[in-house]
């Protein structure tokens, strides 16, 4: 059973470029997480989403971001025109539908880490 | 709003010893969850263990043991017969019990163990 998916892991970017970053949750789960960790700090939540719908995106900025997770396919976090100030480590996590697993699980992807130029 | 404050920056530990990683917590929800993960230097956030805040017995998961005081609001970490591979950075997190799982993460201890 794989684990959650992310890719790529490491992107370099230059200043006002765009930047896509893939999140394919473990099988049999339909929650996906987005958290940002700047260098020596803590996660970040950004946005929960279940499939086609965006739950609770209040961590996200309000411009330049953005996040999907479609019916068919990984879950999607957008940055457009990205600044130095987005190189960070971002991670994605699923868990599973409520009432089902023991309710606690949510496990992370490898991250990708995001260096703008 | 809830908070996470992990007040040791670094800890060291010799191989062997145990060691107490500190985590306090603010909530005002009456039904929260406690986590920690394990960071090590290639970056992955590993699931270490959890503790519910109604679970009455405090959680162990092999070396790892959870120290759990309601009233004090802290939900430190036990590591016994640290081991060279635990040094890493250890994040305490919290999350509401309200069917999803936002998670509020602390600042993190880096925890070095040697020899």
């Known amino acids: 059973n794989a684990g959650v998916m992310q890719n790529p892991r490491h992107l370099v970017r230059r200043r006002g470029q765009e930047a896509r970053l893939r999140c394919s949750p473990m099988?049999?789960?339909?929650?996906v997480y987005w958290y940002r960790q700047l260098p020596e700090e803590g996660l970040k939540f950004m946005v929960y989403?279940?499939?086609?719908?965006?739950?609770?995106e209040s961590g996200m900025p309000k411009e330049r971001f953005s996040a999907e997770f479609p019916k068919e396919g990984p879950s999607i976090l957008r940055i457009q025109q990205v600044v130095r100030g987005d190189s960070a480590a971002y991670f994605c996590?699923?868990?599973?539908?409520?009432?089902?697993?023991?309710?606690?699980?949510?496990?992370f992807g490898p991250g990708t880490r995001l260096t703008v130029l | 709003a809830q908070k996470i404050t992990q007040t040791q920056p670094g800890m060291f530990v010799q191989e062997k010893e145990a060691v107490t990683l500190d985590c306090t917590y603010d909530?005002?929800?009456?039904?929260?969850?406690l986590f920690w993960y394990k960071q090590p230097s290639s970056g992955e956030m590993i699931f270490l263990i959890y503790?519910?805040?109604?679970?009455?017995q405090n959680a162990t998961e092999g070396r790892y043991s959870l120290n759990f005081q309601k009233a004090r609001k802290s939900a430190n970490l036990v590591i016994s017969a640290s081991q060279l591979g635990d040094s890493a950075m250890y994040f305490c997190?919290?999350?509401?019990?309200?069917?999803?799982?936002?998670?509020?993460f602390g600042t993190g201890t880096r925890l070095l163990v040697s020899p």
């Open positions: 997190a919290t999350s509401m019990n309200t069917g999803f799982q936002k998670l509020v």
């Open positions: 503790q519910g805040s109604y679970d009455q």
């Open positions: 989403l279940q499939k086609e719908n965006i739950i609770d």
């Open positions: 099988k049999g789960h339909s929650h």
């Open positions: 909530t005002s929800d009456p039904s929260y969850g």
């Open positions: 996590a699923s868990s599973p539908p409520v009432g089902q697993g023991n309710g606690n699980e949510q496990f």
